[in-house]
């Protein structure tokens, strides 16, 4: 059984900030990527930003380059998103999703919006 619990969501105004934190715990092993995807109401869930090759590598949606910073700890399998600059367009559900050499798993999400 793996569990990823999510946490850091809320309501921001435009330019401001939040820090997401996913943590994974259970039967996980090898852990391949870890990333964040979001789901905005009426529209399909979109890879924001993913951290693969144990953190080297990482990867970020056009729309958040600049913005959000995705960063985990190895040693605790939690994996977090920084997010600066915060724009209306922003406002969604947050998915926590990590690949590992069992399967993928997703997070229960966590609302952030932005809005003034």
């Known amino acids: 059984q793996v569990q990823l619990v999510e946490s850091g969501g809320g309501l921001v105004q435009p330019g401001g900030s939040l820090r997401l934190s996913c943590a994974a715990s259970?039967?996980?092993?090898?852990?391949?990527?870890m990333g964040w995807y979001r789901q905005a109401p009426g529209q399909q869930r979109e890879l924001v930003a993913t951290?693969?090759?144990?953190?080297?590598?990482?990867y970020y949606a056009d729309s958040v380059k600049g913005r959000f910073t995705i960063s985990r700890d190895n040693a605790k399998n939690t994996v977090y998103l920084q997010m600066n600059s915060l724009k209306f367009e922003d406002t969604a559900v947050y998915y926590c999703?990590?690949?590992?050499?069992?399967?993928?798993?997703w997070g229960q999400g966590t609302q952030v919006t932005v809005s003034s």
């Open positions: 951290s693969t090759s144990g953190g080297r590598t990482n």
């Open positions: 999703r990590v690949v590992g050499a069992t399967g993928g798993y």
């Open positions: 259970g039967s996980i092993f090898s852990i391949i990527s």
